[in-house]
């Protein structure tokens, strides 16, 4: 086998540095040596000098990093990168663990998808587009909100106050849920029948897992964090002990196992220092810190509010609306369905109450929750019932990866929870907020092996021909 480049480079760095010492040797010294060398003029000298630089700078700049998403604190520059925080494995292993979310289920346990009986129409679509890009889908039969006993639903819901379809979508997605805890599954990302993502998702997803990770090890070293943490349950009940003391163990989820939920899919979220009324304790906290990943050419939305153009950001969740598509993880679920079915007051549509556990109920705020015992307790400021410290680690995604699609037809047909203003249009294309390369929308494309289309570039084009017709 022939050897790199760089062992040419070292070989002649050597024999130059040989030659250049011996040049230097005092007469005498050559004298009493009784052997002559050949020396080398100082434009040769210089010449292989040159040529060993330039043979070593490959070797060298491989190990540098590239395009590397980095840390930015709020209000301030970018402090860190990603890379230069890693404080377990060492990279390469890293990378490999991370690895594990080019699997068909995303690197979690199940993906599951909500979906009543009826909407064959949604299971077909969401089959084709998990089928085209490897992803393996569980389905969950969905209920209508007819479907629960008034004795079955939690202090807080009123019939008469909510939509049929909101309590159906919240039965729905609590069997999904106990389905993990009775299963004990280690993570699930929960789907809603509309979920549409970017062909690119599993890329995406590497990115994001790199923020997790980095920002639940941050979170850790915070005593008020720490103190409020709670163990990650194992996959085997009966070794959760052991498996839980072994220092720098692989983690069961590439995400980490310091979370409990992380929005993938949302209609909007903010970050924890801007919901008002917040009381910001420490800007310095990892609460209050984003990761950066800049120049994503997946976005075509600008970030935060164009605050950094083509920069989506993994972050403590604000208050995330909509449950497009989020990830649970098996604490997360025991969690969210002690709150939001057993012990708790259902005071909001389930994305809301999902949102208003990981706003307010987080480890930095169970050490000055208040407790509560009356209806009226989260209106004067404590939380309601089964809320108080339940020391949710929420983590989102902003702008999000998982998107609510509108699919072409009667508009009327786009949900199943509440009316859609204008049913009786018909939506001529299709259209999936904020993703470049709809899955969905290139089915056709990926079914047939052609180049990928930005719906964006497409309606741009289509904009501009209409402009010139008229």
Sequence with gaps: MEPPSWFWAILLAWLVGRDVTNSSLSPSTKETSGTKRPQLGLTATIGLVILAVAGLLPAITST?????????????SPLITDKQQQQTAAPDKQEEDIARIQNATLGFEKVFVINLPDRTDKRDALSLVGTLTGIKLEWVR????????DKALPLGVD???WRDGGIGSWRSQMNAIRTMVEENISTALILEDDADWDVRLKQQLMDIADGARLLTG?????????????????????SSVSSQQLPHSRPHSPYGDDWDILWLGHCGETFPERIPGHEVVDLASARYTYYAMRDDETIWIGGDL??????RW???????????????????????????????????????????????????????????????????GAPPPGYAGARMRCLSVTPAVISQHKPRGRRAAESDIEAVENGHEIREKGES????????????????????ENQFEARKETVGREELAG
């Design 64 to 76: 540098l990093p590239s395009s590397i998403p980095e840390m930015l604190e709020v209000g301030q």
């Design 142 to 149: 969905a209920l209508r909100g007819a479907d629960v006993s």
């Design 159 to 161: 019939r008469q106050g």
């Design 218 to 238: 941050m979170a850790k070293q915070e005593p008020l964090f720490q103190t409020n943490n709670l163990p990650a349950p194992a996959a085997d009940a009966t």
């Design 306 to 311: 164009n605050r950094e153009p083509g920069t």
């Design 314 to 380: 993994v972050h403590f969740s604000g208050g995330p609306t909509c449950s497009a598509g989020y990830a649970l993880s098996q604490a997360g679920a025991r969690k969210v369905l002690h709150a939001l079915s057993v012990g708790g007051t259902l005071i909001a549509q389930l994305d809301n109450a999902m949102a208003d556990l990981c706003r307010d109920h987080t480890p930095w705020d169970a050490a000055r929750a208040r407790p509560a015992d009356t209806a009226t307790a989260h209106v004067n």
């Design 433 to 452: 907020p904020n993703l470049v390369w709809s899955a969905r929308l290139n089915v056709q494309n990926l079914i047939l092996g052609l180049p990928m």
